[in-house]
């Protein structure tokens, strides 16, 4: 889930403010027109200041004096890898495990159900957490199923977790999470999928094979098909401007099964006219069934 935050400012980054790197607005629009260009997210002036003081920090890496520098660097042929960094730096993955949990509850009482009343021969369940961050919400997706389907050990089932963010997408591989990190689960699921990891918790390793952990810009080429049973895209289209966010929609909807099932963020919401996505629920939506 990419959340940008701007709660902590740095002085106002004009070149004559005094600030440690020089930075101006044409350097600023560069960058939210990179960050635009190549994820969708959009950068409006009003980030300025979080977008300096997000990239100080790999400025002094860099031993650059000034984000012109920076600027030159990403123009340059070392840019395309310089990138990742950037996309790491200037989104702020805010999440934990079970957020907006009447979703957790729909997962429950309504999908699992029906999932495993149509996929009672096939036993093939697949659901994608777009936007991922460190893990919790496609763990806190692997609970809900592990508790839900008894012999889930005899099903195909797959959850496929995404990110921008490679160092999230590391700690959601790894699977190991602070006490802090895991108050919102609940002693009876801590006990049931968590070890003692020293002073932290690691998720089971039952839990941990249901999911792939993989790198993926959204608005590039998706190497998977589909198709899947849900989706969980929370709290990542409010960044993007309107004609992203109505393609990503269709993108999305295309890779999900008829009947199947759509989950956004608390402040979001999909009403274009026309999409063949219902509500079905608190932020919540479903693929029409007359749908192929």
Not at 25 to 48: C, D, Q, V, Y
């Amino acid at each position: 889930m990419i959340d940008a935050v701007s709660h902590m400012t740095p002085p106002v980054c004009r070149p004559d403010a005094g600030v440690e790197f020089p930075f101006r607005e044409k350097e600023f629009r560069f960058i939210a027109e990179l960050m635009h260009a190549t994820t969708g997210i959009k950068l409006n002036p009003s980030k300025m200041n979080m977008v300096y003081a997000r990239l100080v920090r790999r400025l002094r890496e860099l031993d650059l004096s000034s984000f012109s520098a920076y600027c030159n660097l990403l123009r340059g042929p070392d840019g395309q890898e310089e990138m990742s960094h950037l996309f790491n730096a200037l989104t702020t993955n805010l999440t934990r495990f079970f957020r907006e949990p009447h979703h957790f509850d729909h997962l429950r009482d309504v999908v699992v159900p029906a999932l495993v009343a149509r996929a009672s021969r096939s036993r093939r369940i697949r659901i994608w957490s777009a936007g991922c961050s460190s893990g919790e919400e496609p763990y806190s997706i692997a609970m809900v199923l592990a508790e839900q389907i008894h012999d889930l050990d005899a099903w195909d089932a797959r959850i496929l977790a995404t990110d921008l963010d490679s160092h999230m997408l590391a700690t959601g591989a790894g699977g190991v999470y602070s006490l802090g990190a895991a108050v919102d689960i609940g002693g009876g699921r801590l006990n049931r999928h968590f070890v003692k990891a020293g002073v932290n918790l690691r998720v089971d390793e039952r839990l941990r094979r249901l999911i792939a952990f993989k790198r993926l810009n959204l608005v590039d080429p998706w190497p998977m098909k589909g198709p899947f049973d849900a989706i969980f895209c929370r709290n990542v289209m409010i960044y993007f401007d309107a004609p992203t966010k109505v393609g990503l929609v269709r993108r999305l909807s295309g890779l999900l099964s008829p009947g199947s099932w759509f989950y956004v963020g608390h402040s979001e919401s999909l009403l274009e006219p026309g999409s063949n996505l219902v509500p079905d629920g608190r932020t919540v939506y479903r693929k029409d069934m007359a749908c192929h």
